[in-house]
């Protein structure tokens, strides 16, 4: 695909950001634990809706390394007519569709590490089946208030950070380096090579612990937590990150995606058009993130958990 | 870069190619199946076991409600009504959830081969905990 057609589609893929949030922002939401109203249309147009909805949000997502099922959870929950219950084992799904499908790319472009993300993966899997057995016992508003806080914090911790672009990691920690995690990725931005290591590895691997019992307990994948655990605390640097990302998040949700599975909260009428609709706009998505500049992405990423947050947080507290 | 530095690289190269290869074709694998099976389960080819025109007035309810009311089974016990249409769904799901199985052998044979033990540990475990996750054994899926 042409350089010149993705930067184009970068810029109204922005702007179609920009709509949406202030066109959902507008919508009535309804309360986390509060009966969904059925709806008076035909059945057809609201999975035709979540199709449409879910290839929007999968061109966003992944250059946003934040997973489709972040965004997905939050707007379909609120302006759709389906339980939440369903929207949550839909999300895990969207969120394992969208990095299954960018998965092979970010690999093959060097920009997400196998040895990175193994170890990470590893703990996050077993501790994401312990969340999403909390999750499904827990009242639905107490998960939403917990989420809208959550995201919201790393949205400050976001944008207290000076670099994040290309963090300095002046030695590895002995952990990382017997596990050979480091390597060199070339920016298609800049065209540069960089190579990177990592620090603080004991520390991440706690952090992704928990990380799993978060993306279990609220079923919205974890992109949105695992980008800045490897980029401000391990040091990796912001597209290797997001790439990574990816490549955990088809291991974690997958884990929590049987739990829903087996609960029986999986709708093939909610999950199937959200799960097609993530993987082409993921693919599209994953383009974008190889030939976007970092400090593009960072911003997107702000601006969307910036959005998800506030919703969760409102709709937790019945706004 | 030095000559240790290039091996390196070219071993990170060739894990993530490996990966990316098997990870590529059990999606698609997974989405094939879902595709048919949608295609069946909305054109009618397979009988839905619960009614397209239910659906508006069923998927708002919570989902122990929903179960019962439309007599759906947990667990693995779809797999014995897959014949329907909206449950044949499940199987690609299920293929969908169990895509980073199959490259995750794959490097799991890979390191053997290089006797890099810790990656194989590794993989292996993460193998074990989705193979429970999706038996039903550790969620009380049975």
Known sequence: MPKSFLRALARWQQLGLLAAVFLISGLPAYAADSVVPTSTMPWWFWPLALFVTCFLIGIVAVPAGIGGGTLFVPIIGGFFPFHLDFVRGAGLLVALASALAAGPMLLRGGLASVRLALPLALLACMSSIVGALLGLALPASVIQIALGLIVLGIVALMLAAKKSEFPQVAQ??????????????????????????????????????MIGVMAGMFGIGAGWANVPALNLLMGVPLKVSAGTSGLVLSLVDSSAAWVYLNRGAVLPMVAVPSVVGMMLGARIGARLLHVLKGSVIRKMVITLLLFAGLRALLKGLGV | MTAAQQLHAQEQRDESLRYALLLDWSTRLGVLALLLAFAAYVFGILPPHVPLEQLPSLWNLPVGTYLQRTATPTGWGWLALAYHGDLANLVGIGLLAASSMAPLLGLLLLYAKRKERVYVVICAVILVVLMLAASGLLTGGH
């Open chain 1, 172 to 209: 590895p920690d002995r952990l990382s380096s017997a596990l050979g995690i480091h390597g060199v990725f070339i920016d298609g931005a800049s065209g540069r090579a960089i190579d990177w290591q990592v620090h603080r590895t004991p520390l991440g691997l706690f952090v992704f612990l």
